[in-house]
């Protein structure tokens, strides 16, 4: 997996903390420019999803979607939709009522599907999966005949799916819904070791704090690892945390165009902790050991289980400059067996020890 030249983000700025400084320089970083391949005179905007809401919708998932899209899509903490824009579409004058019992309002009457990047659905409770209006799926496969990316968003999957829009496509589903999925799609393939999953030209997210990964990701495709870089830094609940955003934070954002080799990784940094090998992680993503084999030689140079081992040593690092946490807590946190093969480990990749490392930073060095 090649990494660009700007495909990680910035270094924190040299007086810690000062996360004004850091977005000021993620900011400056890269301008805004032409969507690739766009005409002269087509619309400046590098991202458009439009939203449809399916009733009793988590609004935490559409939170989440908005609120990463309009922190990439301006300077600051501004919200312009600048860089990229979210609507919500759907029938006038018909909010949606959402499962916490809050209504939303539709911002445009549905328009013509091409105006989008991509159309978005963020699914509700399964039991009223059926009451919405039938112009709402109509909308969807009007959108599929005109080739735009469909998302089904936590229960949004189900909806694509029960519209005929996911044949022969694997589908990310939350856990929680597995049997449900088994009861109601039972030819359908689906898959809970991802947070989200892009299989052609249908994109499907297990839902909750996932919808942030995967609007990352759309953002770093379309505007660049900087976009991508300060939804992170702006959205990460706890720099300590363990999630699988901080993990992003952490390790930087690498760029392939195979599919199989970016679930692999995706795997890998979803499972720093208890790291699992690589033969069951080729069978996750169907392929076999010695393609996937092939696959990292060809992008990265390494072999999966070093490219696996330095991220896991990559994340150890970022603990040690990030924390105050005892080198054998970090050590067990990057799935290493005892502090020993950690040390060691490091000191091999980066030349020194992770007690001296994390002495030079806290001096300045």
């Known amino acids: 997996m090649r990494h660009a030249a700007k495909t990680q983000a910035p270094a924190t700025p040299a007086i810690r903390g000062d996360t004004a400084?850091?977005?000021?320089?993620?900011?400056?970083?890269?301008?805004?420019?032409p969507a690739p391949g766009a005409s002269p005179g087509a619309s400046p905007l590098e991202l458009r999803i439009g939203i449809l809401l399916w009733p009793r919708f988590p609004l935490l998932s559409l939170a989440g979607l908005c609120d990463a899209m309009r922190h990439a899509a301006d300077i600051g903490d501004q919200s312009r939709p600048v860089r990229c824009s979210w609507t919500v579409v759907g029938l006038p004058d018909q909010?949606?009522?959402?499962?916490?019992?809050?209504?939303?309002?539709?911002q445009r009457a549905l328009p013509e599907p091409r105006e989008f990047d991509y159309v978005a659905v963020v699914g509700g409770l399964l039991p009223f999966m059926d009451t919405v209006d039938r112009r709402y799926v109509e909308f969807l496969h009007e959108a599929a005949r005109s080739g735009i990316p469909l998302i089904g968003i936590c229960t949004g999957s189900f909806v694509l799916a029960g519209a005929g829009l996911l044949r022969d496509k694997v589908a990310?589903?939350?856990?929680?819904?597995?049997?449900?999925?088994?009861r109601m799609f039972p030819s359908h393939a689906c898959t809970t070791h991802a947070d989200y999953l892009f299989d052609g030209d249908r994109v499907t997210c297990a839902g909750g704090i996932s919808v942030i990964e995967l609007a990352t990701e759309l953002i770093r495709r379309h505007c660049g690892a900087d976009r991508a870089a300060k939804v992170v830094?702006?959205?990460?609940?706890?720099?300590?945390?363990?999630?699988?955003?901080?993990?992003?934070?952490?390790?930087?954002?690498a760029s392939t165009?195979?599919?199989t080799l970016r679930q692999a990784v995706m795997?890998?940094?979803?499972?720093?902790?208890?790291?699992?090998?690589?033969?069951?992680?080729?069978?996750?993503?169907?392929?076999?050991?010695r393609q996937l084999e092939r696959l990292f030689m060809a992008e990265t140079g390494s072999s999966p289980s070093l490219f696996y081992r330095n991220s896991r040593l990559k994340y150890g690092r970022w603990l040690l400059t990030t924390s105050d946490s005892p080198v054998s807590a970090i050590a067990y946190e990057c799935g290493f067996a005892d502090a020993s093969h950690f040390i060691r480990h490091f000191r091999q990749l980066y030349g020194m020890a992770p007690g001296r490392m994390r002495r030079e930073v806290l001096a300045g060095g």
């Not at 990310?172 to 088994?182: E, R």
Request: one cysteine or more; proline letters at 4%.
């Open 21 to 33: 400084s850091l977005v000021d320089h993620l900011d400056a970083s890269q301008a805004a420019r």
């Open 233 to 253: 830094h702006q959205m990460t609940v706890a720099r300590r945390s363990s999630n699988h955003v901080a993990r992003r934070h952490a390790l930087g954002y």
């Open 172 to 182: 990310c589903v939350h856990p929680f819904h597995v049997d449900d999925w088994k």
């Open 267 to 289: 795997l890998m940094e979803k499972h720093i902790t208890t790291p699992l090998e690589v033969a069951v992680i080729a069978r996750l993503v169907k392929t076999s050991n």
């Open 257 to 259: 165009r195979n599919d």
């Open 95 to 106: 909010p949606v009522r959402a499962s916490c019992g809050l209504d939303v309002a539709v």
